[in-house]
C-alpha cells in the first residue's frame, strides 16, 4: 500500500525524483552552470524549461531568430517614440516658444523706443541657438514695420536728390546731368550707402 502512494506522488510531481539519462559532457557543462544560481538541479532545469515555453523559443536554432525579431520590433517602436517626441518639441517651439521670443523682443523695443534706459542688458543668446531663433518663412511684424519704414524713407531720399538733378548742356560736348547737393550731403549718402 505504502509503494502506491509513493508512485502517486512521483506521478503526480509531488516531490519524487526520477532519472534522466544524459551524456557525461552534458551532466557536468549542466553542474557548473545550476551553481551560478545557487540552486537545485531540478529547479534550474524546471527554470530553463518554464523559460522556453513562456516565450515560445525553439532552443534549436530558431529561438534567436524570435528574439533578434522582438529586439528588431522593440527598436522601431522606440524610433517613433522619438519621431513623435521630436514633432512635439518642435510645435512647442513653432507655437510658444517663437511667439514668446517675439513678443519680448517687441515690448523691449517699445522700451527703448520711450527714451528710458534699460535697466538690465539684453539677454544674450547663445549661438548655438540662433538658428532656432532666425525667421524661416515669416518676418516679425516689428522687423516688417521697420523695413517698410526704411524705405519709404529711402524712396523720399531718392526723390530728393532726383528733384535736384539738372540737366546740363555744354557748348562743347555731349550734355550731362548735375546733382546739386552739398559736400556733407554727398559724404552723408555715401555712408548710409554701406
Known amino acids: 500500500m505504502e509503494k ?3 508512485n502517486d506522488r512521483t506521478k ?3 516531490g519524487g525524483y526520477s532519472n534522466i539519462t544524459v551524456k557525461k559532457e552534458t551532466t557536468t557543462r549542466f553542474r557548473s552552470y545550476s551553481k551560478r544560481f545557487n540552486k537545485s538541479h531540478s529547479e534550474v532545469l524546471d527554470g530553463m524549461v518554464q523559460y522556453f515555453k513562456e516565450n515560445d523559443l525553439d532552443p534549436f536554432g530558431e529561438g534567436t531568430k524570435i528574439i533578434l525579431d522582438s529586439i528588431k520590433k522593440m527598436e522601431r517602436q522606440m524610433m517613433k517614440k522619438f519621431d513623435r517626441l521630436i514633432a512635439i518639441i518642435k510645435n512647442m ?3 510658444s516658444i517663437r511667439p514668446t521670443y517675439e513678443m519680448m523682443l517687441i515690448l523691449y523695443e517699445a ?3 520711450d527714451g528710458r534706459k534699460p535697466r538690465r542688458d539684453p539677454v544674450q543668446i547663445q549661438k548655438e541657438r540662433m538658428d532656432f531663433l532666425e525667421p524661416r518663412n515669416t518676418v516679425p511684424k516689428t522687423e516688417h514695420d521697420r523695413m517698410l519704414q526704411e524705405f519709404k524713407e529711402y524712396k523720399k ?5 532726383i528733384n535736384n538733378v539738372e540737366k546740363v548742356e555744354p557748348m562743347m560736348g555731349k550734355p550731362y546731368l548735375k546733382i546739386n547737393m552739398g559736400i556733407g550731403d554727398f559724404e552723408s549718402l555715401k555712408h548710409r550707402l554701406k
Open 12 to 14: 503526480k510531481g509531488k
Open 4 to 6: 502506491q502512494k509513493i
Open 111 to 113: 522700451y527703448v523706443k
Open 157 to 161: 531720399h531718392c526723390l530728393e536728390i
Open 93 to 95: 517651439e513653432k507655437t
